[in-house]
């Protein structure tokens, strides 16, 4: 079965340093999305992706994130200079259409900023 | 605005239904939908509900939706230990089309012999 993949699944960084998380979607889906889950708190949209922009995106989501798709199959979350309070599982999802809505998650990446 | 509340802790013994419940502000939600998340694990997708349906059955889930009152519910019959992780529910309201999910903080689900 088709799966979302994410590397690495986990991450160490200095404070101030850049990140770039890694994902795979489902082959066939047009539509890409970038979550985040802070250690004890909810699963937090940060932003959607397509057709090669975004279409929507959080408050968190501020100028230190980007998104990417450099290539026919990755799909990459940027943090330019990473804080202590960006520390959080980060996961990437995918879905086919917007009409169906069904989301595909993948493992995460768990990001330690020190 | 959006909003999802879940209970956060459920202990159940081995064999016992386990229901899992959910409520939402957002009316114009479309999907309504429940995760799963074992330790160290993602969040996999176990089950989900159109607006404009009462109930879904999925072999041992069942979910009930009473839109009137924007409650969600999630049965799980013959609870076994493997069922032990956190339930997320999770709505997509309609905010202009784009497929933003808004979780619920989960429900742990502790089963025990």
């Known amino acids: 079965e088709p799966e979302v993949t994410q590397t690495p699944s986990h991450q160490v960084t200095q404070m101030g340093q850049e990140v770039i998380l890694r994902c795979v979607p489902i082959s066939n889906h047009l539509y890409f999305y970038w979550y985040r889950q802070i250690l004890g708190q909810k699963v937090e949209f940060l932003v959607s992706?397509?057709?090669?922009?975004?279409?929507?995106k959080s408050e968190i989501f501020d100028d230190q994130f980007s998104v990417e798709r450099p290539d026919g199959s990755n799909f990459t979350l940027k943090i330019r200079s990473t804080k202590l309070e960006d520390s959080a599982m980060y996961f990437c999802a995918s879905s086919e259409q917007r009409s169906t809505d069904t989301q595909y998650f993948g493992p995460g990446t768990r990001l330690t900023v020190l | 605005g959006e909003d999802v509340e879940q209970s956060l802790f459920l202990s159940v013994r081995e064999g016992d239904s386990s229901v899992i419940n959910c409520t939402y502000t957002?009316?114009?939600?479309?999907?309504l939908y429940w995760y799963k998340q074992e330790p160290g694990a993602g969040l996999q997708l176990l089950t989900y509900i159109f607006s404009n349906m009462d109930m879904k059955q999925d072999q041992r889930l069942t979910v009930l939706l009473n839109k009137k009152d924007k409650h969600l519910s999630l049965r799980i019959a013959d609870t076994q230990t493997g069922d032990s992780a956190i339930y997320f529910c999770a709505e997509i309201p309609f905010s202009g089309g784009y497929n933003k999910l808004i979780f619920g903080a989960g429900t742990r689900l502790a089963v025990h012999p």
């Open positions: 992706f397509y057709n090669n922009e975004i279409s929507e």
């Open positions: 957002d009316s114009s939600s479309t999907y």
